[in-house]
């Protein structure tokens, strides 16, 4: 059931990790055993709250059963992550009768002023425990949320699979995308709301605009201006390999204009993968890695007037010899001159992560790309990389293994940052996580920026279970291993 909770904010405490560690457990499972913690989201609101919301499996009855029954929680902080909730307030509120028994998974979070909004793939409807897309919301802040979930995939009786919502949230309005079987391959939906969570309208709107249900359509990204403006970014095999794909809405996702093909040349002449997108007023940036010169190469594509018009042809990101290295996994960020593009990349051995600035959606690029791992090049795995930007200050993170000096997996989670837009970056890269390099695993880092203040969010192995991780730095600090006391 939900807490309806008014509480007063206290430091979260880690127990004995705390003797050993400026990282903070927010899970509120110090000490716990047996339970797993995972797939960390966060978002910091203009009013100074800030929440993480991640998927664990305490509530599963068999923990030994290797089935990880899982439930979604949130965490909150309303004085910018100085201090949180000792206890994390769960959100799935699955019917008694299977209680303990379904999954609820993969959530995603989104906030603006004091209102929050979770979704999340969920298996309470039916008997082939099919997912269904579920979302909870709080207008106080994250005090306290409903006693019922919302089901925004109108698929009560759990006949098909929804997956992989994404959600962005601006003024009184929210806008939930996924992509859903209801008619055969996978198509694109979205439900919103312009009333703070009052109304979700009528049905789920579709997205793409082939044939329903006669094409694998998948993975959708979005974002919104403000003003009624919503872009939706997916990948699309209607023309045999993988395009992508975007539709422009005007109307707040009530409908959408036809879709538009990004990735140029040819329809379907390669697979083209996991776009990404980031909107700056009316400049809207969307990012792949795709196969059309043999190995994968990083494309953007952009648009001038909010979504409605794109280049011809995408402008390529990575500037190695195009097809021969793999460039994968890229993210972008809206930056206030233009848009921030890092990716992973094998082009000197192991992987390592690049940035490219552009301040016009890739018709011009400020110099060549800058290595933001400052390891030895190639010389460890580099993977999993994200961008932040908030005024003149980006942020890039990733994880790496450049002490797993036994290579049994362990890595570490690592930033650069620069002050003045992406231009200039330090010599040294900076390590987040303040346990032992190399002793664990540190993954699905999350991070938020407020003018010098950076805050990283991670699941983390050093106790044995994953627990939920946060660390707060000024810009050029980072973790520092502090031996337990003897």
Same mark, same amino acid.
Not at 426 to 444: E, H, K, L, M
Not at 458 to 468: F, H, K, V
């Given at each position: 059931?939900?807490?309806?909770? &008014?509480?007063?904010?206290?430091?979260?405490?880690?127990?004995?990790?705390?003797?050993?560690?400026?990282?903070?457990?927010?899970?509120?499972?110090?000490?716990?055993?047996?339970?797993?913690?995972?797939?960390?989201?966060?978002?910091?609101?203009?009013?100074?709250?800030?929440?993480?919301?991640?998927?664990?499996?305490?509530?599963?009855?068999?923990?030994?059963?290797?089935?990880?029954?899982?439930?979604?929680?949130?965490?909150?902080? =309303?004085?910018?992550?100085?201090?949180?909730?000792?206890?994390?307030?769960?959100?799935?509120?699955?019917?008694?009768?299977?209680?303990?028994?379904?999954?609820?998974?993969?959530?995603?979070?989104?906030?603006?002023?004091?209102?929050?909004?979770?979704?999340?793939?969920?298996?309470?409807?039916?008997?082939?425990?099919?997912?269904?897309?579920?979302?909870?919301?709080?207008?106080?802040?994250?005090?306290?949320?409903?006693?019922?979930?919302?089901?925004?995939?109108?698929?009560? =009786?759990?006949?098909?699979?929804?997956?992989?919502?994404?959600? &962005?949230?601006?003024?009184?309005?929210?806008?939930?995308?996924? &992509?859903?079987?209801?008619?055969?391959?996978?198509?694109?939906?979205?439900?919103?709301?312009?009333?703070?969570?009052?109304?979700?309208?009528?049905?789920?709107?579709?997205?793409?605009?082939?044939?329903?249900?006669?094409?694998?359509?998948?993975?959708?990204?979005?974002?919104?201006?403000? #003003?009624?403006?919503?872009?939706?970014?997916?990948?699309?095999?209607?023309? #045999?390999?993988?395009?992508?794909?975007?539709?422009?809405?005007?109307?707040?996702?009530? =409908?959408?204009?036809?879709?538009?093909?990004?990735?140029?040349?040819?329809?379907?002449?390669?697979?083209?993968?996991?776009?990404?997108?980031?909107?700056?007023? =009316?400049?809207?940036?969307?990012?792949?890695?795709?196969?059309?010169?043999?190995?994968?190469?990083?494309?953007?594509?952009?648009?001038?007037?909010?979504?409605?018009?794109?280049?011809?042809?995408?402008?390529?990101?990575?500037?190695?010899?195009?097809?021969?290295?793999?460039?994968?996994?890229?993210?972008?960020?809206?930056?206030?001159?233009?848009?921030?593009?890092?990716?992973?990349?094998?082009?000197? #051995?192991?992987?390592?992560?690049?940035?490219?600035?552009?301040?016009?959606?890739?018709?011009?690029?400020?110099?060549?790309?800058?290595?933001?791992?400052?390891?030895? #090049?190639?010389?460890?795995?580099?993977?999993?990389?994200?961008?932040?930007?908030?005024?003149?200050?980006?942020?890039?993170?990733?994880?790496?293994?450049?002490?797993?000096?036994?290579?049994?997996?362990?890595?570490?989670?690592?930033?650069?940052?620069?002050?003045?837009?992406?231009?200039?970056?330090?010599?040294?890269?900076?390590?987040?996580?303040?346990?032992?390099?190399?002793?664990?695993?540190?993954?699905?880092?999350?991070?938020?920026?407020?003018?010098?203040?950076?805050?990283?969010?991670?699941?983390?192995?050093?106790?044995?279970?994953?627990?939920?991780?946060?660390?707060?730095?000024?810009?050029?600090?980072?973790?520092?291993?502090?031996?337990?006391?003897?």
């Amino acid at each position: 059931m939900h807490l309806w909770l &008014f509480w007063t904010m206290v430091a979260c405490t880690g127990g004995a990790e705390e003797e050993r560690t400026i990282d903070r457990i927010v899970d509120g499972l110090a000490g716990k055993k047996d339970i797993e913690s995972a797939v960390p989201r966060s978002c910091k609101s203009d009013t100074g709250q800030m929440y993480v919301v991640w998927q664990d499996d305490r509530n599963d009855p068999n923990h030994d059963d290797k089935k990880h029954i899982n439930s979604v929680f949130i965490n909150s902080s =309303s004085d910018g992550g100085v201090t949180w909730l000792p206890s994390p307030i769960q959100l799935n509120n699955p019917p008694p009768g299977v209680e303990g028994t379904v999954s609820a998974t993969n959530p995603a979070v989104a906030c603006a002023g004091d209102m929050v909004y979770v979704v999340w793939e969920d298996e309470r409807d039916g008997d082939l425990k099919y997912k269904n897309i579920y979302l909870d919301y709080s207008t106080n802040g994250g005090r306290e949320f409903l006693q019922e979930d919302i089901m925004l995939d109108a698929d009560e =009786s759990g006949a098909a699979m929804s997956l992989s919502p994404q959600i &962005f949230a601006v003024g009184d309005a929210a806008y939930v995308t996924w &992509f859903d079987q209801v008619n055969g391959a996978y198509d694109i939906f979205m439900r919103s709301t312009v009333d703070r969570g009052d109304h979700w309208g009528e049905a789920p709107v579709r997205v793409d605009g082939d044939e329903a249900g006669t094409a694998y359509s998948a993975n959708p990204r979005l974002v919104a201006d403000g #003003g009624g403006g919503v872009v939706v970014t997916w990948e699309d095999r209607r023309n #045999g390999n993988s395009d992508i794909f975007a539709a422009f809405s005007g109307d707040n996702g009530r =409908s959408f204009m036809g879709d538009i093909r990004l990735d140029g040349g040819e329809p379907g002449e390669a697979n083209s993968f996991l776009p990404q997108i980031a909107q700056n007023g =009316s400049s809207v940036y969307v990012v792949w890695h795709d196969e059309r010169n043999g190995a994968s190469d990083v494309f953007m594509n952009s648009s001038g007037d909010g979504g409605q018009n794109w280049q011809v042809e995408p402008f390529r990101v990575d500037s190695d010899s195009e097809g021969v290295n793999n460039s994968l996994n890229p993210r972008v960020a809206a930056t206030s001159g233009g848009a921030a593009v890092v990716w992973q990349d094998n082009r000197l #051995g192991g992987n390592d992560i690049y940035f490219r600035l552009t301040p016009n959606g890739g018709g011009d690029w400020a110099g060549e790309e800058v290595r933001m791992d400052t390891d030895a #090049g190639g010389s460890a795995q580099s993977f999993d990389p994200t961008v932040i930007s908030a005024g003149d200050k980006v942020v890039v993170g990733w994880r790496e293994f450049r002490d797993d000096s036994e290579a049994v997996g362990n890595n570490d989670i690592y930033y650069n940052y620069s002050k003045d837009g992406g231009e200039t970056w330090p010599n040294n890269d900076t390590i987040i996580n303040s346990s032992i390099p190399g002793i664990t695993y540190a993954t699905d880092l999350s991070l938020q920026l407020e003018k010098e203040k950076l805050s990283a969010f991670w699941a983390d192995g050093r106790s044995g279970w994953s627990r939920i991780y946060v660390a707060q730095y000024k810009l050029g600090d980072g973790g520092v291993y502090v031996p337990p006391k003897e």
